[in-house]
């Protein structure tokens, strides 16, 4: 069974920072790139990272909106994919997902159920 589950989510004041971790299981890890997307409130998914599997070179890619901001890094042995979230700002509160898919194959395509990121003060 696939699962993918989101934590560390919570309330932080502006300035502050959070480790979003998406902990897998059910499929083959290393060979999948992830990416991380964000919704606020009343607005669309939006694409925050991702990163590619070791096959593909660990390659990274940010919006530009958090670039310089949020790191994403991934450990093939824990199968867990983390987001580094820091200089927070309130336009950053919403639900945080977790993607994982095959570049090769479009069915592999597994979504966690989100946490919730709330900037504040």
């Known amino acids: 069974q696939v699962q993918l589950v989101e934590s560390g989510g919570g309330l932080v004041q502006p300035g502050g920072s959070l480790k979003l971790s998406c902990t897998t299981s059910?499929?083959?890890?290393?060979?999948?790139?992830f990416r991380w997307y964000r919704q606020a409130p009343g607005k669309e998914r939006e694409w925050v990272a991702e990163i590619t599997s070791y096959g593909l070179g660990y390659i990274k890619n940010y919006a530009d909106s958090i670039k310089g901001r949020f790191t994403i890094s991934r450990d093939d042995v824990k199968n867990t994919v983390n987001l580094q979230l820091n200089s927070l700002k309130p336009e950053d509160t919403g639900v945080y997902f977790c993607?994982?898919?095959?570049?090769?194959?479009?069915?592999?395509?597994?979504w966690g159920q989100g946490t919730q990121v709330t900037v504040s003060s």
């Open positions: 059910g499929f083959t890890f290393s060979t999948f790139a």
């Open positions: 993607n994982g898919f095959s570049f090769h194959d479009s069915r592999l395509n597994f």
